[in-house]
């Protein structure tokens, strides 16, 4: 089995089988209440599987783009996971769960943008070209003012409220199954934490 967890959006956490099929799963678009619900939801999921402490292999850990303050709430509840289990963190591109379920729906051809709210006027775009078993990244993921955020011709968008941790799963497996290599499941913020370190002060005798 393995568990999902994403934070980048909303708070979607979901348990699936090898074989892709979905035990449990609970989710919230809330944008504020990452720290609030992550652990009732890891508690329900986890239930959900008696059998999980010996069943379970891999986290599934969405690294974004997102705020500071959501994505690190994610990706410390699956460290801390993965290491009472002793299993990996699997650090997944939050977007590229998106891109797989629209491709495997058969929604998009060619080149497609997966979009995610980030604040501040701000928009988060990844630009995918269709391909399977593993969206093809063709532009990073990137900030784009919202106002000012124009398509180019023949680009389908596809913006989203919260990432679906299922599916964040099966990019995992798609990855796995393809002998793709996973991300240190380091945060992708795209922009510096609001809060930052300042220089001490030098007190003067």
Same mark, same amino acid.
């Given at each position: 089995?393995?568990?999902?967890?994403?934070?980048s959006?909303?708070?979607?956490?979901?348990?699936?089988?090898?074989?892709?099929?979905?035990?449990?799963?609970?989710?919230?678009?809330?944008?504020?209440?990452? %720290? $609030?619900?992550?652990?009732?939801? #890891?508690? &329900?999921? *986890? +239930?959900?599987a =008696?059998?999980?402490?010996?069943?379970?292999?891999?986290?599934?850990?969405?690294?974004?783009?997102?705020?500071?303050?959501?994505?690190?709430?994610?990706?410390?509840?699956?460290?801390?996971?993965?290491?009472?289990?002793?299993?990996?963190?699997?650090?997944?591109?939050?977007?590229?769960?998106?891109?797989?379920?629209?491709?495997?729906?058969?929604?998009?051809?060619?080149?497609?943008?997966v979009?995610?709210?980030?604040?501040?006027?701000?928009?988060?775009?990844?630009?995918?070209?269709?391909?399977?078993?593993?969206? %093809? $990244?063709?532009?990073p993921?990137? #900030?784009? &003012?919202? *106002? +000012?955020?124009? =398509?180019?011709?023949?680009?389908?968008?596809?913006e989203?409220?919260?990432?679906?941790?299922?599916?964040?799963?099966?990019?995992?497996?798609?990855?796995?199954?393809?002998?793709?290599?996973?991300?240190?499941?380091?945060?992708?913020?795209?922009?510096?934490?609001?809060?930052?370190?300042?220089?001490?002060?030098?007190?003067?005798?």
């Amino acid at each position: 089995m393995i568990l999902a967890i994403d934070t980048s959006a909303g708070t979607s956490v979901a348990l699936l089988d090898e074989d892709g099929t979905v035990i449990a799963e609970r989710s919230t678009p809330d944008t504020r209440r990452h %720290a $609030e619900v992550i652990g009732p939801f #890891l508690a &329900e999921v *986890l +239930a959900a599987a =008696p059998d999980v402490r010996g069943s379970l292999t891999a986290v599934a850990a969405g690294i974004g783009p997102g705020p500071f303050t959501g994505l690190r709430v994610g990706l410390a509840a699956a460290r801390v996971l993965a290491l009472g289990l002793g299993i990996p963190v699997l650090g997944v591109p939050s977007h590229e769960a998106v891109a797989l379920r629209l491709l495997v729906a058969g929604e998009v051809a060619g080149r497609f943008a997966v979009v995610t709210d980030a604040r501040r006027r701000e928009v988060a775009v990844t630009v995918y070209i269709a391909a399977l078993p593993i969206p %093809a $990244e063709a532009e990073p993921a990137h #900030l784009v &003012e919202r *106002l +000012a955020f124009a =398509p180019a011709p023949g680009l389908t968008v596809h913006e989203v409220a919260e990432i679906p941790a299922a599916w964040l799963a099966r990019a995992a497996q798609a990855r796995s199954a393809a002998g793709a290599s996973f991300s240190d499941a380091a945060p992708l913020y795209l922009r510096a934490p609001d809060v930052t370190l300042a220089a001490p002060k030098r007190v003067s005798a």
